[in-house]
């Protein structure tokens, strides 16, 4: 339970980060991706929502279930446009 609680903390302090920064950066600067939760925060929607959205429209390897959505920055921007579209 504390690593769930960890892990919250962690993507709560990323999300306020960007929001302070303006940086979608993670592992070194030619690596641009995005997590689930922060392009989520970013969209005003729920995380559950954007990664139902993510498995519909933009799918990922077998091998990538259950783990982190690393989210590039053209599917963010697909993502953007079809949330905007919805608003």
Known sequence: ???LHNHYKTASFVVYNHHMNNE???GGDDMKTMTATE???SLNVSPKTL???LR???T???DAKNTTWAIDAKTCAA????FAAKS
């Open 39 to 41: 392009l989520a925060a």
């Open 1 to 3: 339970m504390n690593d």
């Open 60 to 62: 990922r390897n077998a």
């Open 24 to 26: 979608h950066t993670k």
């Open 51 to 53: 990664r139902a959205y």
């Open 56 to 58: 519909r429209a933009h």
């Open 79 to 82: 993502a953007r446009k079809h």
